[in-house]
């Protein structure tokens, strides 16, 4: 009894020991040091402006833009009632005739139409826990609608709109998954000072007023705290950023419960401002209590009425770094290359953030940017302040007002739309409406790197989840086994799982990165590795849902691959 205890004891610590083994000497230098990445042009004519996107867990992403803009460069041979579009004059001037969302299948790099009944322009989205997206808000006669879309393989799915619809009208609305049960609240809108959730738990449930929202509105310039930057934090209160300001809102008592400071800085970071936001990677490490966001870019004061002038003035360079749980709140702040603003800012699987797309001079809003940001950076969180930013390979094509961007499960980064006009405007402007689907991709995907890339990552054994295949109930322990060729004993791996956002208007919500805490590693023969790996201990560190779960190699990413965390 008591030797064999022992002797589990001594196999736990053996697999411990390799476990850290392998983690040791995470700040050596990667091997792909100074390397910039590349551009993939994919498709000359998406037929829309993708100033909406998603990625879904079926590999697909989802974009749209606004029905309102007339003839898209996707004509349909039927409209959706299954009535024919002829050549007649009339037909092609209807709008009908005409796509205004696509669905992008990722393997074949082909796209199709979907249908939409309402105007979803400047609306706001997040995905249910079994992967629908639910999409809120919009314009006119969709500003108060609800559509769900529910993801397939088979190139069958389409938009559904739901009967109920909102409390209030959301147009610039931001939203957010919750915990626990399959809520989301959505926060603001033009002339819309109140949040609301969705679904609703009784048909009388009415939106709540957050005074807040007043309180950063800028009458002058179009609010500047538009498309509110929200973050889930980890103790599951809502962090809302506004303008300049920002507050956590604990949602059960709807209540204000802290005020942090004023950002440092002159200038606003929202629409129209349209900065951007992150909440940096969660770590195991501290139960993933330490929950920090970042704010970068955004334009200067009286940005909006210049721009109406056609005098456009430079945009921000600072970056603000926030610790948001514990009590001591301070802006830690650094300074981008450039000024810039309307950039996305994303996770990449390494835990670093890329910030793409943009411009240097203006504001958002039509024909209210000049000097596009051609270079995306990369932003390094753990790298001593000063050191973080690198500048990366430029491209050709600017992506400024309504272009969006997001990442795919190869590790690439897609980048689509750019229109700084109410319609389709292809001839004697500054900045054309832009079409060309693009993939920037990043230095890790290089092939001198190929034999680092941890690849054929399966989802082996799964203790306690719900019924469905690759479903991890909180807090389990699951099995993963991948291919590692090349592993030099100083260089770390590390895995990680990514919700992966909605983004439009240079804010990607629901955007989430926790680096998972690795049990035991082993190595089997002809370089396989078996990895057990414990799921996050709540909703309230991550929503039910789907993630992308990757390993990194010293830096270097393998493909990832689904998962689904739910209440067992
Ligand atoms: C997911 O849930 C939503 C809302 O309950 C539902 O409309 C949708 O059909 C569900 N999707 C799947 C894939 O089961
Ligand atoms: C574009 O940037 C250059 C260099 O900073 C600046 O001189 C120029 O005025 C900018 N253009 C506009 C239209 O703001
Ligand atoms: C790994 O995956 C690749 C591509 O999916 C496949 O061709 C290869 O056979 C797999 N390797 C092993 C050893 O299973």
């Keep these: 009894m008591f030797l064999s205890c022992i002797k589990t004891m001594n196999i736990i610590i053996l697999f411990f020991l390799f476990c850290v083994g392998l983690s040791h000497g995470a700040n050596?230098?990667?091997?792909?040091?100074?390397?910039?990445?590349?551009?993939?042009?994919?498709?000359?004519?998406?037929?829309?402006?993708?100033?909406?996107?998603?990625l879904t867990y079926k590999n697909t992403v989802?974009?749209?833009?606004?029905?309102?803009?007339?003839?898209?460069?996707?004509?349909?041979?039927?409209?959706?009632?299954?009535?024919?579009?002829?050549?007649?004059?009339?037909?092609?001037i209807d709008s009908t005739c005409y796509a205004h969302s696509i669905e992008y299948d990722i393997s074949s790099n082909r796209i199709?139409?979907?249908?939409?009944?309402?105007?979803?322009?400047?609306?706001?989205?997040?995905?249910?826990?079994?992967?629908?997206?639910?999409?809120?808000?919009?314009?006119h006669q969709g500003a108060k609608r609800v559509r769900f879309y529910r993801p397939c393989g088979n190139h069958q799915c389409d938009w559904k709109q739901s009967k109920k619809s909102l409390s209030d009208e959301r147009w610039y609305a931001s939203s957010q998954i919750l915990p626990g049960h399959d809520r989301v609240v959505v926060v603001g809108g033009r002339r819309t000072f109140t949040y609301e959730f969705v679904p609703k738990i009784s048909p009388n449930e009415k939106s709540f007023e957050l005074p807040f929202l007043h309180q950063t509105n800028d009458r002058n310039s179009e609010g500047n705290n538009l498309y509110p930057f929200t973050h889930l934090s980890s103790d599951g209160n809502l962090f809302v950023f506004?303008?300049?300001?920002?507050?956590?809102?604990?949602?059960?008592?709807?209540?204000?419960?802290?005020?942090?400071?004023?950002?440092?800085?002159?200038g606003s970071r929202n629409y129209p401002s349209s900065g951007s936001s992150v909440l940096l990677p969660l770590d195991h490490k501290d139960k993933f209590q330490k929950?920090?966001?970042?704010?970068?870019?955004?334009?200067?004061?009286?940005?909006?009425?210049?721009?109406?002038r056609k005098r456009f003035i430079e945009g921000l360079r600072s970056c603000g770094r926030m610790v948001i749980t514990?009590?001591?709140?301070?802006?830690?702040?650094?300074?981008?290359?450039?000024?810039?603003?309307?950039?996305?800012?994303?996770?990449?699987?390494?835990?670093?953030?890329?910030?793409i797309n943009g411009a240097k001079h203006g504001c958002a809003g039509y024909?209210?940017?000049?000097?596009?940001?051609?270079?995306?950076?990369?932003?390094?969180?753990?790298?001593?302040?000063?050191?973080?930013?690198?500048?990366?390979?430029?491209?050709k094509i600017a992506r400024m007002y309504h272009s969006s961007a997001t990442l795919l499960p190869d590790g690439r980064v897609l980048v689509a739309g750019g229109n700084p006009h109410g319609r389709y405007t292809f001839h004697n402007v500054a900045y054309p409406t832009e079409l060309r689907l693009q993939a920037f991709v990043p230095h890790y995907m290089e092939k001198r790197y190929h034999t680092w890339r941890p690849s054929n990552l399966t989802i082996e054994h799964v203790s306690g989840g719900g019924g469905d295949n690759h479903a991890i109930g909180y807090g389990k322990e699951f099995s993963v086994r991948f291919l590692l060729r090349k592993r030099e004993n100083d260089h770390e791996v590390k895995f990680s799982v990514y919700s992966p956002p909605f983004t439009?208007?240079?804010?990607?919500?629901?955007?989430?990165?926790?680096?998972?805490?690795?049990?035991?590693?082993?190595?089997?023969?002809?370089?396989?590795?078996?990895?057990?790996?414990?799921?996050?201990?709540?909703?309230?560190?991550?929503?039910?849902?789907?993630?992308?779960?990757?390993?990194?190699?010293?830096?270097?990413?393998?493909?990832?691959?689904?998962?689904?965390?739910?209440?067992a």
């Excluded at 709807?254 to 400071?261: A, C, G, L, R």
């Design 504 to 567: 439009t208007h240079a804010f990607g919500m629901n955007q989430r990165m926790l680096n998972l805490r690795c049990k035991r590693m082993v190595r089997r023969s002809e370089g396989w590795v078996d990895a057990v790996l414990e799921a996050p201990p709540s909703s309230f560190v991550a929503p039910s849902g789907y993630y992308l779960l990757t390993v990194v190699n010293g830096g270097i990413p393998s493909m990832s691959r689904w998962i689904q965390f739910v209440h």
């Design 112 to 139: 199709r139409p979907l249908r939409l009944d309402t105007d979803p322009w400047c609306s706001s989205g997040s995905f249910l826990s079994n992967g629908t997206l639910l999409q809120i808000g919009g314009y």
């Design 242 to 266: 506004a303008n300049r300001d920002s507050i956590l809102l604990n949602l059960r008592r709807n209540k204000v419960i802290k005020t942090f400071p004023r950002i440092p800085g002159k």
């Design 326 to 355: 514990g009590n001591k709140h301070t802006w830690e702040m650094d300074y981008m290359p450039k000024p810039r603003f309307l950039q996305d800012m994303l996770i990449l699987p390494t835990g670093n953030i890329l910030i």
């Design 291 to 308: 929950v920090e966001v970042m704010v970068c870019g955004g334009s200067s004061t009286g940005a909006l009425k210049a721009a109406r």
């Design 28 to 54: 050596q230098k990667t091997p792909f040091h100074g390397r910039k990445g590349q551009w993939q042009l994919l498709l000359k004519n998406t037929g829309v402006v993708g100033m909406h996107m998603a």
């Design 367 to 395: 024909d209210n940017a000049r000097n596009a940001s051609l270079e995306p950076y990369l932003y390094s969180p753990n790298k001593r302040l000063g050191k973080r930013f690198r500048v990366l390979k430029e491209t």
């Design 62 to 92: 989802i974009m749209f833009d606004q029905t309102g803009a007339g003839q898209s460069r996707y004509k349909l041979r039927k409209r959706f009632d299954g009535t024919m579009c002829s050549t007649s004059r009339n037909d092609l």
